[in-house]
């Protein structure tokens, strides 16, 4: 190729580095609270902020800064500097966060967190002459994350968990809960101040924000959310829930009353089995319990201890929810030993097979040498 080409190419690529590829300047974005200007929520705070004598403390898991429709920026831009603070980490140490110590030995600070221990917000008695502020900690993150941060934190065992009442239900619509009392980070904040400062003028402020910015989300396309427990009442989760996820239903407060029995929520699952045996879903129909044959005895187990009826209603309801729940695990239990019992038994008919093969080849070599034969 000679020179005056290659300059031609070369001229030519240099022209096209110039042209514009219709690259999109990112939108302004607001000083506050970091969104673009256009679905700002700061104007639902009046400009003004909420005064407490209480303290918000979150605990935020590092994979929650990367949402952009988390809550807890509406308690730091509403709160004082003095009444908030946020830590970012999956494991709390003191000598990595020493500000935590004070806060976390406090016998004045309550972890919000619905454990079995937990006593609800109400039977606190409220911030008042007797009765100094208190350290509101809350773990930001989703439930598996604020599971295993609370896990990995043994300074938030000593501390006293509080629970919601559950009349409350959430307006962060935008985002499917598991239940229908749970709430979102901004909205555990507002009630525990309300309740504990005896002002639900604070729950008003802080809830505005979250309000508009659900709003935009719906006007730009967003659809408003169930909480999975309510899609399972209804009829309308279409996907398959296994025993570790209706146990954790269970455990987390799903209500009887929206769920009109136990036997309306299982009946809502599909029983089946994959190839590998791993996974499990309930029948409401029966025709499973048909179709397995030897299995027919651990099936009926199922649909007898959750359903607590017989066929044609006629049986009486045995047992408790616990009770109920044990069946599910011995009937799982009770098939995996099945199926292993089966691949052992099929594996030792292949060694056994193969080590016959293997003496037979023995004794024709034997043959072959002299003197045998």
């Not at 809830?207 to 209804?234: D, F, N, R, T, W």
């Amino acid at each position: 190729m000679r020179m005056e080409d290659i300059d031609v190419e070369l001229s030519q690529l240099a022209d096209l580095a110039q042209i514009e590829i219709g690259r999109r300047e990112k939108r302004p974005l607001c000083n506050r609270c970091r969104r673009p200007l256009g679905v700002c929520w700061c104007h639902g705070l009046s400009g003004c902020r909420v005064e407490t004598e209480c303290r918000v403390v979150v605990l935020q898991h590092p994979h929650e800064e990367k949402r952009c429709l988390r809550t807890a920026p509406i308690l730091q831009a509403a709160l004082p500097p003095n009444a908030y603070i946020e830590v970012k980490s999956k494991r709390f140490s003191f000598s990595r966060f020493p500000q935590l110590e004070e806060i976390l030995t406090s016998p004045h600070s309550v972890l919000m967190y619905p454990g079995e221990q937990a006593i609800s917000l109400d039977t606190l008695p409220p911030v008042g002459p007797h009765q100094p502020p208190y350290n509101i900690i809350i773990i930001d993150g989703t439930w598996q994350q604020a599971k295993s941060m609370y896990h990995n934190c043994h300074h938030l065992h000593a501390l006293p968990q509080v629970c919601l009442s559950g009349r409350y239900v959430s307006k962060y619509i935008i985002r499917t809960q598991p239940t229908e009392d749970a709430l979102s980070t901004v909205e555990t904040a507002a009630i525990a101040l309300a309740t504990l400062e005896q002002d639900w003028s604070i729950y008003t402020t802080l809830l505005h924000p979250l309000q508009l910015l659900c709003q935009y989300q719906i006007k730009h396309g967003a659809v408003p959310h169930q909480s999975k427990e309510q899609m399972i009442a209804s009829g309308r989760c279409r996907k398959p829930m296994g025993k570790r996820t209706y146990k954790k239903l269970r455990k987390c407060g799903a209500k009887q009353s929206e769920v009109t029995s136990l036997s309306t929520l299982i009946s809502s699952l599909h029983m089946k089995d994959n190839q590998e045996g791993a996974g499990y879903l309930v029948d409401s129909c029966g025709d499973e319990k048909e179709k397995r044959g030897t299995e027919d005895n651990s099936g009926q187990n199922v649909v007898d201890g959750v359903d607590g009826c017989g066929s044609g209603g006629e049986r009486e309801r045995a047992g408790s929810e616990d009770s109920r729940d044990q069946s599910i695990v011995n009937s799982v239990d009770l098939k995996e030993k099945n199926r292993r019992e089966t691949r052992e038994k099929d594996s030792s008919e292949k060694n056994g097979e193969r080590g016959c093969q293997d003496m037979d080849k023995s004794y024709q070599e034997i043959d072959k040498l002299p003197g045998f034969g």
